[in-house]
């Protein structure tokens, strides 16, 4: 089963990639950042390493970029163009280096060619008696586009070499790019400088390219017919005196914590540089090292990309909202001038709460870095003071609700001694207009009821017209209203009721999540399900105030016990409950009765191996058995894993309790 599982997540993870490598590649409109895109690459081969069995000819170990497009004419590469393995820290770069001296079979002293890694678009230039021939795109790596004509319109590129030492065929590679200068001329009819590059190279007629501001930097030779060079860094300053443009930012550095030194150094100089860049490419200096280590079958062995941590930039705040969450958290939200981070325009960054916003002192008006990484809510890192206006006010946070008027607090949290930093609405049920709001919006999640039709901006519209202000209003919906309502129509209305109506089927774990209990998420609701198997059983325990039976089951403690407690307290709550009760058909929680486990008890301690505590506990629940959260005379078994706790075993020692291991686990399972 886990094999399967396995299997189904790689080709997941593959069928992914692959569209984003034909949106990235061919059609020039990438949907991530480049950060997401290497964390998803990262994932893959991560499983390929400890999964010898997971293959696929569209891993990013089999290939590389994607197939050339068929509105161009092919060109087969001599010399495969393959992508670089990436790094993104200390341990990367170790291991990086550990497997250059494997290969080599000996610990030699190396220094490094470091060039900033510009993110742009890769071509590779064809020199044949000093005159350019060929113009060809990446494509997959091994067949590329030709796209001659319109990269001579690219005043960096010679048309004609007359040096006496340049070679009489090379095939020179380099990166394509628009400065940032330049790209804010034309910002209005492209994503980013990427695509506005991309695009403008695959146009059909050069005239249309020539209209782009494009720029070329010139970085290796992929073949050449008589090198005498012994340095990467050599090959670059014969590229400089040949007439191309080479990175004035190159540098040889010598061992790792040089490179670590000058990444970070990089990282922060390179928001003011007029072009955008991912990271820094070190390559071995020698080329004859180069030579010997050769290629894997997607990277060379001789380099690796090193990554910026995340995307960054500097923005201005416009202003300052307060937004109010499902359960009454009040959160600030900066309104920032639009700015373009990682190939996503982004206009709005969390400022996380009241203490957040005290502690780096935000003001309106603010000159701000904002940094986005991966699928990370972009958010403020820092502001320049040097820059701040000096009549700017310090932002005063609201004592009260901006939704509802209510006053808000800040708990005070029994475990840490301390008041939480979120504030929150008292007024924390559907006598909120924003946290009502929000809690339909959690109700009709995929996690929840999701049903089809029914979104959340159509959540927001229905409130706004009184249609739905209570989860049970949506299960009463005055269907000839919705009919007359501008963007729909009978098909769409008869749609929505049938969603609806199907929608009332649903299993008590999923009903329980729906509710939207602050600190109830889907494990938890799906403990509580398998604990009290109905919702009538539910029901009860909320009558008889008898909730704090669930700190006996593994996974609830005194927070989600609480947060039940306080949930229920509130009667509109409880009817909603009893209402949503009589009118849905909510699924007993079916567990095998006279499994082999039965009347079993058991605890958990260590890490296990190859299994998540989760799966475990489901398969002793799936057999009968029950999971504990702590020692007592209840306990039939502590299952023992890596690492595990020594007051447990003390205790299950002294109580008579059995202690067994994971595979005296498997044997009971059969």
């Known amino acids: 089963m886990k094999k399967e599982v396995i299997k189904k997540n790689y080709i997941s993870k593959i069928r992914e990639i692959t569209k984003h490598n034909k949106l990235y590649y061919d059609k020039s409109t990438p949907i991530i950042s480049d950060s997401q895109y290497d964390i998803l690459k990262k994932e893959i081969i991560d499983l390929e390493l400890k999964y010898p069995y997971l293959k696929s000819k569209n891993s990013p170990n089999q290939n590389v970029g994607f197939e050339p497009s068929k509105s161009f004419e092919k060109y087969k590469h001599k010399i495969p163009m393959l992508s670089l393995s990436n790094a993104f820290n200390r341990d990367d770069l170790v291991n990086f280096e550990k497997k250059i001296f494997n290969y080599l079979n000996k610990d030699i002293k190396l220094n490094y060619s470091v060039e900033p890694k510009i ?23 091994k067949t590329g586009e030709i796209i001659t004509e319109n990269l001579k319109t690219i005043k960096d590129i010679p048309l004609e070499i007359n040096k006496i030492d340049f070679p009489d065929e090379i095939e020179i590679r380099g990166e394509v790019f628009i400065k940032k200068r330049d790209f804010d001329k034309i910002k209005n009819n492209f994503a980013n400088p990427r695509n506005a590059a991309s695009g403008s190279l695959r146009q059909k007629d050069p005239n249309e390219t020539r209209k782009i501001p494009l720029n070329f930097i010139a970085y290796t030779f992929g073949f050449i017919n008589n090198n005498l060079h012994t340095n990467q860094s050599d090959f670059l300053d014969s590229l400089r005196r040949w007439g191309f443009k080479i990175n004035k930012d190159n540098k040889i550095l010598s061992n790792i ?44 062995r001789w380099a690796i990309a090193h990554k910026f941590s995340a995307d ?7 202003n300052i909202d307060i937004q109010v969450g499902r359960t009454g958290a009040l959160t600030p939200v900066a309104k920032v001038e639009p700015v373009n981070i990682g190939g996503v325009v982004v206009s709005n960054a969390t400022l996380h709460n009241e203490d957040e916003i005290a502690r780096k002192d935000i003001r309106v008006g603010d000159i701000v ?13 820092e502001v320049d003071k040097i820059k701040r206006d000096k009549n700017s006010k310090l932002f005063i946070f609201p004592k009260i609700c901006p939704s509802c008027g209510s006053r808000t607090i800040k708990e005070f949290n029994k475990l840490t001694k301390k008041y939480d930093a979120v504030r929150r609405c008292v007024n924390d049920s559907y006598g909120c207009e924003r946290i009502a709001i929000e809690k339909l919006k959690h109700f009709i999640s995929k996690e929840g009821f999701n049903i089809d039709g029914l979104g959340k901006k159509v959540v927001e519209n229905f409130w706004s017209l009184n249609l739905i202000k209570k989860p049970q209003d949506i299960f009463n919906l005055d269907y000839s ?3 007359k309502l501008e963007g729909w129509g009978k098909l769409s209305t008869r749609n929505l009721k049938e969603s609806i109506e199907n929608s009332k089927k649903i299993t008590l774990q999923k009903f329980i999540y729906s509710l939207g209990i602050r600190h109830i998420g889907i494990e938890n609701a799906k403990i509580i399900s398998h604990s009290v198997k109905n919702i009538s059983r539910l029901i009860q325990l909320i009558r008889k105030k008898e909730l704090n039976k669930f700190l006996n089951i593994d996974g609830i403690g005194d927070t989600q016990v609480n947060s039940l407690e306080k949930f ?4 509109m709550n409880l009817n909603i409950l009893i209402e949503m009760k009589n009118i849905l058909k909510i699924e007993s929680q079916n567990l095998i009765k006279n499994g082999i486990l039965k009347n079993k008890t058991f605890l958990f301690t260590g890490k296990l191996d190859g299994m998540s505590r989760a799966e475990a506990k489901s398969l002793i629940e799936k057999n009968s058995g029950t999971t504990l959260s702590t020692v007592s005379k209840n306990l039939n078994y502590l299952v023992i894993g890596e690492k595990p706790t020594k007051s447990k075993i003390n205790n299950a020692k002294n109580l008579g309790i059995k202690i067994i291991s994971q595979q005296d686990l498997k044997k009971l399972l059969n």
């Open 119 to 141: 993110d742009g678009i890769s071509a590779s230039l064809t020199y044949l008696n000093k005159k350019l021939i060929y113009g060809v795109s990446r494509g997959d790596g």
């Open 257 to 300: 914590d040089e490179l670590i030194d000058f990444h970070k150094i990089f990282e922060t100089k390179r928001f003011d540089l007029d072009y955008d860049l991912d990271g820094l490419v070190y390559k071995i200096n020698d080329l004859n090292l180069q030579k010997r280590l050769g290629f894997t079958s997607n990277a060379p």
């Open 312 to 318: 960054k930039a500097f923005t201005k705040i416009l």
């Open 369 to 381: 870095k904002i940094e986005r990484a991966g699928d990370v809510i972009p958010h403020v890192i």
């Open 481 to 483: 209203k919705i009919e």
């Open 568 to 571: 229920f307290s509130n009667k």
